[in-house]
């Protein structure tokens, strides 16, 4: 019996280490292009660029185009051991001979990136495990930012850990990543940043038409708002996944 139990509490052990939240250190880069210069970004991407990075310690997570893309933009999210780590792979990354010659060779006919803009994250404690999707799918890509009213950050992450997370996927959306914005300055509220999977763009839309309708939804939004309000703006960006996304 004594045995039996000493299994048991192992058991439990490693199931609760196999739980433990992603403590990894993500970064979602946006690159805006000069115009006409997006698909020789994708080209040295799909080339070059991602085995550069895996090369340097680097994680792919995802490559994503808006579907509305005026301003010629990539998305994509890397992922690191910790902060220390990403930094050190930038820099070799940046000192590469390999990577200075791409670069060279690509930009022969002029500069393609205008703009580079950075958020760093770390995944929530209820974020589902990142992983590659399956080559066989092809899916709208949600990219959704929440920015918090004073001091609320946390009621709103309580409010898709407890209800919101299970109500999407009630209403067929597929929870892929959430994550909470590091913030450079820490006097500036987190936000929530997160991406949900659809069908199409058309099949998100009412998807939510559905979610917002739903009577579980409205108690759950109106009890967390029962002192005020606690999103102050919403942003969602509709996306379609790169030939070499991992996630689809």
């Not at 299994?7 to 690159?31: G, H, P, T």
């Not at 000192?95 to 770390?122: L, Q």
């Not at 974020?127 to 709103?156: C, G, H, M, Q």
């Not at 967390?224 to 379609?240: F, L, Q």
Request: glycine share 4%; hydrophobic share 35%.
């Amino acid at each position: 019996m004594k045995k039996l139990f000493t299994l048991l509490l192992l058991f439990i052990s490693i199931q609760m280490i196999a739980k433990k939240s992603d403590s990894r250190y993500y970064e979602l880069r946006v690159y805006y292009c000069h115009p006409g210069r997006l698909d020789a970004l994708i080209q040295r991407f799909t080339k070059h660029t991602t085995k550069i990075f895996e090369k340097h310690g680097m994680t792919n997570v995802g490559y994503w185009i808006p579907n509305n893309n005026e301003k010629n933009a990539l998305y994509y999210i890397l992922s690191y051991p910790n902060q220390v780590e990403r930094d050190s792979s930038w820099k070799r990354f940046g000192r590469d001979p390999e990577w200075r010659e791409v670069a060279r060779k690509s930009e022969e006919s002029g500069k393609i990136v205008a703009k580079v803009e950075s958020t760093f994250m770390m995944a929530t404690d209820f974020s589902p495990k990142i992983k590659p999707s399956s080559k066989s799918v092809d899916r709208a890509i949600e990219l959704r930012t929440y920015t918090a009213t004073p001091n609320n950050i946390d009621n709103i992450l309580a409010r898709f850990r407890n209800h919101t997370t299970k109500l999407f996927k009630k209403h067929g959306m597929t929870n892929i990543a959430y994550f909470k914005t590091i913030e450079k300055d820490p006097s500036v509220q987190p936000r929530l940043v997160y991406l949900l999977a659809h069908d199409s763009e058309a099949a998100g839309k009412a998807s939510f038409d559905e979610f917002r309708k739903d009577p579980n939804w409205i108690k759950a939004r109106d009890e967390s708002e029962k002192n005020g309000k606690i999103v102050d703006k919403v942003e969602s960006i509709y996306m379609h996944p790169t030939t070499f996304s991992t996630i689809r």
